[in-house]
């Protein structure tokens, strides 16, 4: 059936499916939140500023953050392997994602990718921000219940993405972008850097457990002064069977 909930025009909202044991499906746009699960629908109506608090059941659940309102919003989906796609571009309040899932378990991703053209998306260990003149910062944070990150700065006409200090993550890391500039450590599963104008790899970059390193550029070209590697354990220690593609 379909439930819907006329919220309040003021106060805060939550959204909290903690309960639910299918997949879920929970966008937050401009024009409020809506949820569903198969056939079931459910909707909040109140308008984006009031929705701050938003919560996934044990099920693999998607959330889509396209918009936020001025108040923080907290995401956590819960157990189960989710995804959090956020784009940047109509954020005015950062998203906090604290997600409580089982670890490699459930391996969830956090992937972000910008509405138009000509963002500097600074990526680090536990968030990612982008800045564009005439737009206010665009921050998405995370807690290390995070296993798999992908930035898409390629798409939408093409934005530049830096590594802001040294990043680790559990599973594995895409980084898509106009051009990339690697100057922090890179430790992942497998790995891969794609670019049209040019990577520069300016730090050591790692696919731990064997995993795979590819550096793929349409254009300009790959410039390494450090170590690209694949390491068998969780060291830098580049004794891996993983295979590492610079092409």
Avoid: C, W
């Avoid at 138009?116 to 737009?135: E, F, I, W």
């Avoid at 002064?225 to 092409?247: P, Q």
């Amino acid at each position: 059936g379909k439930d819907v909930f006329d919220g309040e025009q003021t106060g805060t909202g939550a959204f909290d499916f903690t309960n639910v044991t299918k997949d879920l499906t929970i966008n937050i746009t401009a024009g409020g939140a809506q949820g569903s699960s198969g056939n079931n629908f459910i909707a909040f109506q109140s308008p984006i500023p009031y929705i701050t608090d938003i919560k996934g059941g044990s099920g693999n659940d998607v959330v889509t953050i396209a918009a936020t309102g001025t108040s923080a919003v907290t995401v956590d989906g819960g157990t189960g392997g989710d995804q959090y796609l956020v784009s940047f571009g109509r954020l005015n309040t950062a998203i906090q994602i604290n997600d409580t899932g089982l670890g490699l378990l459930d391996s969830d991703t956090v992937a972000i990718q910008p509405l138009s053209r000509d963002y500097l998306l600074s990526v680090g260990d536990q968030y990612v921000s982008g800045a564009k003149a005439g737009l206010g910062e665009q921050r998405a944070n995370f807690t290390n219940g995070i296993e798999n990150l992908t930035v898409d700065a390629k798409s939408n006409g093409g934005s530049l993405i830096q590594i802001a200090e040294p990043i680790s993550f559990a599973g594995d890391v895409k980084l898509l972008a106009r051009q990339s500039i690697i100057d922090n450590t890179i430790d992942s599963g497998n790995l891969r850097i794609e670019s049209t104008l040019g990577v520069n790899i300016a730090a050591d970059v790692n696919a731990h457990a064997n995993g795979n390193v590819t550096v793929l550029v349409n254009g300009g070209d790959i410039t390494v002064t450090e170590d690209v590697m694949s390491s068998a354990g969780s060291g830098f220690t580049g004794d891996g069977g993983g295979l590492v593609h610079l092409f």
